[in-house]
DNA sequence: TTTATTAAGGATAAATTTGTCCGATTTATC
DNA sequence: GATAAATCGGACAAATTTATCCTTAATAAA
């Protein structure tokens, strides 16, 4: 569905808005300890999300990554967007290249609902949320 | 959403279903060619599923492939699943390896509907009908 | 000012997926 | 029996994704 690297940006998006209440800076150190995920590949994916400003980055001593807006008004759609591209929103289900209503590939339209339904849920489901479960403990970023 | 294999897996599995009526076989170099895709690579994938028993080949001159069943009684759940294993259905959104009801990632039950809602589609959408919008020519297999 | 800590970023390596090549085998036809 | 057409299957190669290493730059505190 996801590749590894938005799988990995994703849990570090939400152990962030989780871990980050009060402005508190996130080091990648902790990050990727938290979500179990490879130290130097998390950077980069973190570093992406920085430069598509969705997370801000500080440097130096006690430096690390917060997020560029209140965690209830970024949804899972800008994080996957960010990552994998539109490809989960827009590309064909068999992988051609032009694929829409006037020239479908066979399973088009029935693909068309179903990514809606996707793109509606990413796009409806916010960080503040998904921190939340965290916080409870009804949720978990590994295992 | 589905591996490169896959893709050609299912497209090859429909232009089988619509080529091959009346139980004439269908070349590798036929599907490759109408499907717009590697032939040796193609011709691995078609193996795969010889093995798993939903297509038949036949060896020779004048061998080629044909559907182990009516078109209408294979469904693309079973292609997806011999080609990419039950990931598709079953595995967390996140990559959890143990991701359930009782121990969920953070995604886990905003996934779930949908993913239901795949698999109930991939399980009732038969060769047959895909099969007859590409004979129709209201469906295409590439471009 | 030095030191420790932290992110940035380039180069490289490992793993996986995708794709190619080629000889062996099977089968129909001449 | 020879030949041509077709799949099988193993080895290999290329491309992509995932992961690592290392140097540089920035910042806070001692």
Request: proline residues 2%; positive net charge; contains cysteine.
């Amino acid at each position: 569905m996801f590749s590894k690297a938005c799988e990995y940006g994703i849990k570090a998006m939400i152990y962030i808005a989780q871990a980050g209440e009060g402005g508190r800076l996130v080091s990648l150190k902790e990050i990727a300890a938290e979500i179990q995920s490879p130290v130097a590949f998390t950077a980069k994916i973190l570093q992406l999300l920085s430069r598509e400003g969705i997370l801000l980055s500080t440097k130096g001593a006690f430096g690390g990554f917060q997020l560029a807006a209140a965690a209830d008004k970024i949804n899972l759609a800008e994080i996957v967007k960010a990552i994998d591209g539109d490809r989960v929103f827009n590309g064909c289900g068999l992988g051609l290249k032009e694929c829409n209503a006037l020239k479908p590939c066979p399973v088009h339209f029935k693909f068309a609902a179903f990514r809606e339904q996707l793109a509606d849920m990413l796009q409806t489901t916010n960080l503040h949320e998904l921190a939340a479960g965290l916080k409870k403990g009804v949720s978990f970023l590994y295992r």
